[in-house]
């Protein structure tokens, strides 16, 4: 599958998924009608414009939509699924205020020790530890 099949089948379910328009993405992208539908229908390749546009619209880091664009690499050629989600993380992260920032470390804190807690209980765990 080319680059830009992908781009259009990924850009076309996120457009779905949040039930908008052509023209709502347009409008929320601020980008014209007609560019998106260029891309949608494979006439023009997206661009980096387009692409900074589409992620200010879907509330994502530009750097996502760069990759369906294939304007950037492919993780896969560099690095894993978790890299990106920790890069994902580090992005929206960069967007909030210090105290917001505390709080999210406070809650994956909080997930870890139940993890870990969990972990400990589960009955291989029990089983490991028995003499």
Not at 47 to 58: E, H, Q, R
């Amino acid at each position: 599958m080319k680059v830009s099949d992908k781009m259009v089948i990924w850009l076309t379910e996120e457009i779905q998924k949040r039930g908008w328009s052509l023209r709502e993405l347009a409008r929320r992208a601020d980008l014209s009608h007609a560019t998106i539908s260029n891309v949608l229908s494979e006439q023009s390749k997206p661009g980096f414009d387009f692409c900074v546009g589409i992620a200010k619209a879907l509330d994502i880091p530009a750097e996502v939509v760069l990759r369906h664009a294939g304007l950037l690499p492919d993780t896969s050629t560099y690095g894993s699924f978790e890299d990106m989600n920790f890069r994902e993380l580090y992005d929206l992260m960069r967007n909030l205020t210090p105290k917001e920032r505390r709080d999210v470390l406070e809650y994956t804190r909080l997930r870890y020790r139940l993890l870990k807690e969990e972990q400990a209980e589960s009955p291989a765990a029990k089983k490991n530890a028995a003499p």
